[in-house]
């Protein structure tokens, strides 16, 4: 297995683990402080690891340019938006179809790339997508109560709309972070994957950490009291949640975008298993159908 391959699967493991962490913590402050906790306390952990990669390791850390800036930017903030338009879908009943539009992000982010970097990837890629979003529907929306009529109405609801939004800047974030990432490999002696992933991490997250404080100490103090109070298990979910951005970010520098969140859709087998696993609930045929494509189209993205 491919070194991105493999960084991806242990970030999609992880970040399922952050998402576990964040739903415990939802029950204890609102969105916006538990959409906080991953940055704001992820922030130590990314300067732990750009300090190891530079002072333990003697790797040179990158100059930042212009390109670098408007990518980190704009990365940046399109993932705090696809954040919220995520988390907003479940004030809809029919969240579910919603949410699995959103997970058309390796689509998306194939197209993105191709209208602005000229970016074409092979047709097995292009069916593992295919694939791998057919199995993360089905999964999505095997236990809504919709009617075939309903459901038909639905992926052209505002549901729909609202998660194909959320889609679309997740994917616009993967395509600036690789762009943020590669423009500094001309400030090195050499192309290092793990410092220019590192570096641009450090800086992206320490904007996001910075904007959203920023806004909960003007707009709601009282939320900020609660994030204080949850320190012990924010500080777990800033843990995982950068070293599963470092894993990211390290395999979008290797690979394209569009590649890198296909295999990604394999996050869903893991929230899957714990479902039945931990949990005890039930298969449904719909489920087990969407793990089928899931597995093949990550089997098509790894051998082929």
Known sequence: MEFWAAVTISSAFLQNVR???????????????????????GVPFALVYLGVLNL??????????GSFWFWAVVGAFAQIAATFLLVHLFSFRNFAVGTAYSRTEPAQAALLALV??????????????AVSVVGVVLISVARTELAAGTLLRAVVSRTALVGLLSGLFFGVSGIAYRAASLSLAPSLPAPDSLMQAGYTLVIVILMQAFSM??????????EL?????????????????ATASFGWFTAMTLQQVAVVKALAQIEMLFTFASSVFIFRERITVLEFAGCLFVVLGVLILVLG
């Open 116 to 129: 602005f970097f000229g970016e074409r990837i092979s047709g097995s890629v292009m069916i593992a997508i």
């Open 19 to 41: 998402s576990a962490l964040q739903k415990h913590l939802k029950g204890r402050m609102g969105t916006t402080g538990a959409t906080f906790v991953r940055f704001g306390f």
């Open 225 to 241: 009291r609660r994030v204080r109070d949850a320190a012990p298990v924010a500080l777990l979910v800033g843990f995982v949640g």
């Open 213 to 222: 404080f920023v806004w909960m100490a003007l707009r709601d103090r009282e």
């Open 56 to 65: 333990g390791l003697g790797r040179p850390l990158p100059v930042p340019n």
